[in-house]
Every structure is written in C-alpha cells, then in structure tokens.
C-alpha cells in the first residue's frame, strides 16, 4: 500500500507543474498531455501482477465505527491539525495562481519551478515528525 500512495502523492505534485510547463505550448498540448498520462496510468494499473491473492473478510459497521473510534482516540489532537492544514491548503489553492501572475509577475512555467522549489526546500529543511 506504501508504494499506492508513493505514486499518488508524487503525481498529485507533479500534474500541475508538468501541466503549467505545457501551457506554453498551448492548451491543446497540455489536453494532449492528460490524454495521454491517463492512458499510461490505465495500462500501468493493468500491468500490475499480484503475487497475494487477496483475503476480504465480512466486518460489520459497529467493529469498523469501533475501530475508527480507537484509531481517532490514538492521534488525539494531531487529527484536527492535519484536517485544518488541509482545508487551508484546499482554500489556498484557487488563488495561488492568479497571485502569483498578478501581483508576481510569475509566468505559468515560473509558478511551476517556484512550486519545485518549496517542494524541494520542504523535503530538505524540514524535521521527520514522529520518527
């Protein structure tokens, strides 16, 4: 399941730089682009060989609220952190870009390297909590 969300979270950060990057090209490029990376993603989930077949057991919705509940119980106040970074986060996101062109003076492809940027400087600055 880690490498699942490995790649999830690597494309969810890469789709809009490589988009941005397209721009320049024009629109239809980058539609071409999406086309394309979302055919590569259909036949890389196809090309994916279990070796363990799967084991699915019937669980009832009181042991999963149960469990839910002593899962929650565990992060305390880490859960509603993470909920409130990510709604801002979620806030932040329509506006990011027309900031960074109006007031800026940032092009799409510029936005894009500022992106990699604070990706890159968050990846190396930042202290592992929890480990």
């Known amino acids: 399941m880690g490498a699942i969300y490995t790649v999830w979270l690597a494309c969810i950060g890469l789709g809009p730089i490589t ?3 397209t721009f320049d090209y024009g629109y239809e490029h980058a539609f071409r682009l ?3 990376l979302l055919f590569v993603g259909c036949v890389a989930s196809f ?3 279990r ?3 799967l084991h699915l057991q019937n669980v009832s919705f009181v042991d999963q609220a149960a469990g839910l509940r002593r899962k929650l119980v565990q992060l305390k106040w880490l859960l509603p952190g993470m909920v409130l970074q990510m ?3 979620g806030l932040l996101l ?3 870009p027309g900031h960074a062109a109006d007031d800026l003076s ?3 492809p510029q936005y894009s390297m500022m992106l990699c940027q604070e990706g ?3 990846y190396c600055f930042l202290f592992r909590w929890g480990s």
Do not use: D, G, R, Y
């Open 19 to 21: 988009i941005n990057l």
């Open 34 to 36: 999406m086309v394309v």
């Open 47 to 49: 090309a994916i060989n």
């Open 51 to 53: 070796t363990t077949p």
């Open 87 to 89: 709604t801002a986060a």
């Open 94 to 96: 329509p506006i990011m």
């Open 106 to 108: 940032l092009s799409q």
């Open 120 to 122: 890159l400087e968050q």
